[in-house]
Structures are given as C-alpha cells and as structure tokens.
C-alpha cells in the first residue's frame, strides 16, 4: 500500500529548510572527510581562531550550544589533537580552550574549504538573492 504524502509538503517551510540544511550540511562534511573533522568540530575551530582563550560555557553561548552536546565535541578534538585545555592561572576550576598547532597548521585550508562550501551552496543565487536569504536565516534564528 502506497502512502500519499500531504499536498503541502513541498512548500512546507519545515521540510524545505530540513532539505536545504541536508544539501548544504552533506556537502561541507565531504569538503572536511580528508582532515577527519566534523561539521561541528569545524565550527569550534573557528569560534577559537576568532578568539582563543574562551571557556566551554563561553564557546557554548557564542555557538549556541548547550553543555552536553559542546562536552563531547571537545573531549573528541582534544583526543584527535584539534584542540588543547589549559588550566585558567587565576582560576584553576577553568579550562581555556585553544587551538592545536594542527589547527594552526591547517587554518587556510580549512577557512577556504568552508568558502568552498558557501560558494558552491549560493552559486545559483544572484549578490542580492544572497543578501536577502542571509537576512531571512538570521531572522529565524
């Protein structure tokens, strides 16, 4: 028995923006596969090459992320060499958070493979379909 789907689902926001996430989330973690990082992973690199030093609970506000989730992506990057904890001087209950020397090492590349994505992700969109689509997703978030 075949199931018919609801007539409008293809312009349902929720779908289209799930598909649109799928789309451009599939194609930025084949870009990362070859330097076994993650989407997410990625994402932490760059908050800290934006600003080293910060603490789980600032990293997790800036990225909107909560402690669970931000907990196990760190203890992976910093088992896989992405990132090192550096107890805080003045405050020895606080790890700061840094980039690797790998992540150093590979910063170029990696800010050009997330340009690499966006571009591919945008390229059927004039410079202010663009605009207004960046404007849009701001919006709803």
Same mark, same amino acid.
């Given at each position: ?20 996430y ?14 076994g990082l ?6 932490? !690199?760059? @908050?800290?090459?934006?600003q /080293?030093?910060?603490? %789980? ?8 992320? =909560? ?38 090492? !590979?910063? @170029?590349?990696?800010?050009? /493979?997330?340009?690499? %994505?966006?571009?591919?992700i945008?390229?059927?969109?004039? =410079?202010?379909?663009k ?7 701001r919006?709803?978030?």
């Open positions: 028995m075949k199931t018919k789907l609801p007539d409008d689902l293809p312009e349902c926001m929720v779908f289209l923006l799930g598909k649109a799928q789309k451009a989330h599939g194609d930025f973690q084949k870009r990362l596969r070859p330097y993650t989407n997410m992973q990625h994402l932490v !690199l760059e @908050a800290l090459w934006y /080293e030093g910060m603490t %789980a609970a600032q990293l997790g506000k800036l990225l909107i992320l =909560d402690k669970a989730t931000l907990s196990g992506v760190l203890e992976r990057m910093a088992d896989t060499g992405w990132i090192i904890k550096i107890q805080d001087p003045e405050d020895g209950r606080v790890q700061r958070i840094y980039p690797s020397e790998k992540a150093g090492e !590979l910063k @170029a590349q990696l800010i050009t /493979e997330r340009k690499k %994505a966006n571009e591919h945008l390229k059927k969109f004039s =410079d202010e379909e605009d207004l689509l960046k404007r849009f997703l919006n709803l978030i």
